[in-house]
Structure formats: C-alpha cells, structure tokens
C-alpha cells in the first residue's frame, strides 16, 4: 500500500465528513440535524475510494459498533480515523507488538501466478485462488512450448528435460547447455519444483474435501508457484530447427 497516498485520502474524506449541527428554522419545534462539512454527493465519491482502503488497513471495520443514529457518516468517519492512526504509527507497532519480518505481496509475484489468483483471493475463495494460479501457469508454459497435448507434471518434465529437443517436443534452458553439473541440476531442480506442486497441491485438491484453505497457506503457495512461473518466462525456447 502507498502510505502517503492512503493518508491522504483518509483526510480528506476525515474533513469532509466532519459534522455540524443545523438549527431548525424558527416556529419549528426539532432539534434540527446534522450537516457534513462537504456534500452528500462528495462525500459518497470519496467513500467509495477510502473504503477501500478501510479493507485493507481494518479488516472487518464494518462490524464495529459506532452511533449513527444521527449521523449517516459516523462509521466511516470514526473507522478512518482509526486507519490514519494505524497507519502513522504501524513501524511503531510493528517493532512492539510483533516481528519487523519483511512480508510478501501477493500483487508482487509473478504476472501470471497473481493474475490467475486475484479475482477469487480479493473474495477471500483462497483454495480456488490457488487452483486458477496454477491453471494459468500450465496454460502460459504451454503457450511457450507449443504443447496441447500434455499438461501439468508431465509438461514441466518434459520441458524441462535435458534430453535433445524433438518434432513437437520444445525444450526449456534455464540457463545455456554447457553441459555442466550447474546445468543438469537447474533443469532437474524445475522438473522437481513443478513436480512438488501439482502434485503436492494441485492435485490434491482434485481428491481432497472441497473446504477452503488458510489465508497463509495459499499464500505460501502463490509464492511456490510464483517461482516455477519465473524460471518458465525467464527460460530459453530450444525448438528443432
């Protein structure tokens, strides 16, 4: 997330959403009601952009308990003043209420992995998540060898194989055939980490009782399979002329 930028939005919309009372016009027997510092209008735009970081900063702040009875905006307001809060000060928080360990974006890994995963993980489906990132890695290796007929485990072993390339048979190089002990142990290295994970996780979850997965683990998955995606796209095309 963009600090600067989300601090920014949330005071804006803090400002706008600051409330003031209005007198009832004279002979009217009310207590009168509660105006925001903006308009309606202005204020649901800006809403629309700093729930979405409310999301992010304070997962579930919906389920808070703020008075609104008067006041339309108090939830928000009161929630967003809370992110700002937790937002100047998260380095505090995190050197003394937990480990300052560097952490994983999932929007960060590979192209393919996130793109296949995004949809589904924003809804918080983390096991289908992982499945359309692992689809989409098979689709995209395929797309590059040129290959239908194969899928999966089979493909990667294939692709990855040290073995001449052949009519239909394209191979992936991570690095130049030098015929070296570095260069059998990349090739082999991929074929065992695509091997790990469809059949690890991919196929399992063909097998298993169809519940969804933790948020951490799919994570940790992404990530595995953020790596073979990598070693895919960066790798060299050997054809047969």
Do not use: C
């Amino acid at each position: 997330m963009n600090t600067e930028w989300a601090l920014n939005q949330l005071q804006d919309f803090i400002s706008a959403t600051e409330v003031h009372h209005v007198r009832a016009p004279s002979g009217v027997i009310s207590v009168g009601t509660y105006k925001t510092a903006e308009s309606e209008v202005e204020v649901v735009k800006k809403a629309q952009i700093v729930e979405q970081i409310l999301n992010r900063a304070i997962p579930g702040w919906r389920s808070l308990e703020v008075d609104t009875r008067r006041k339309k905006w108090a939830l928000h307001h009161e929630v967003a003043l809370r992110a700002k809060e937790s937002l100047l000060r998260q380095e505090e928080l995190q050197k003394n209420l937990g480990e300052n360990a560097p952490e994983i974006s999932a929007a960060k890994l590979h192209p393919w992995v996130w793109n296949g995963a995004s949809s589904l993980w924003q809804s918080g489906h983390y096991r289908s998540a992982v499945e359309d990132a692992a689809k989409k890695v098979n689709a995209e290796t395929q797309n590059k060898v040129g290959r239908r007929d194969v899928s999966e485990k089979n493909l990667f072993q294939e692709a990855f194989s040290t073995d001449a390339p052949i009519t239909g048979k394209s191979r992936l190089r991570r690095m130049t055939n030098d015929g070296s002990d570095t260069y059998r142990s990349v090739q082999r290295g991929a074929m065992a980490l695509a091997e790990g994970i469809y059949s690890g996780i991919r196929n399992p979850f063909n097998h298993e009782d169809p519940k969804d997965i933790d948020e951490q683990v799919a994570l940790e998955y992404l990530a595995a399979l953020s790596v073979l995606a990598r070693w895919v796209d960066e790798a060299i095309v050997e054809a047969t002329p």
